[in-house]
């Protein structure tokens, strides 16, 4: 069978050059380019000190073990609604599982990301009282591998 060379090429993998966290990082790609990524933090603790200090929500009831953040992905227009999205995502986290991460947390900033998300497997967490007042906009996600 020959490959179609007008598909797009979807996946992920993971390298030590990540800025935040433990320097680990899952990078999601589309067609060789960067599209999204999953930063790895050593502890919950940790990845709420910095959700913290970038002003982000914290997160509860994060288990123990490494944690990712998901930053989110970005896929150009003409790719969109096509699963592509989804088969990055799926990539992204097998690659995070493979790195030991137990759960990845996310912040959807739209009705239709928290759509996305869901379809993903995330379900939306509760904000500590003093974030929700400042962050209405946003619905914290987890998902536990």
Known sequence: MRRNPDA??????????GEHGTGEQVVGVLND?????INVYATGAELNRTL???????LRGLPRGKVGWLGGIELPESSRNKGHGAAIVAAM????????VKTVV???????S????????FTGQDMLPEDSRRHLWMTPMMRRL
Do not use: C, I, N, Q
């Not at 797009?8 to 050059?17: I, K, R």
């Not at 913290?52 to 914290?58: F, K, L, S, V």
């Not at 986290?93 to 030991?100: I, Q, S, T, W």
């Open 33 to 37: 380019e960067p599209v999204g990524s």
């Open 106 to 112: 996310l912040h959807a900033d739209s009705r239709a």
């Open 52 to 58: 913290m200090a970038e002003e982000y929500a914290r």
């Open 93 to 100: 986290l097998r690659e995070a599982k493979a790195l030991g």
């Open 8 to 17: 797009p090429t979807l996946g992920a993998y993971s390298h030590d050059e």
């Open 114 to 121: 928290e759509r996305f998300w869901t379809r993903m497997g």
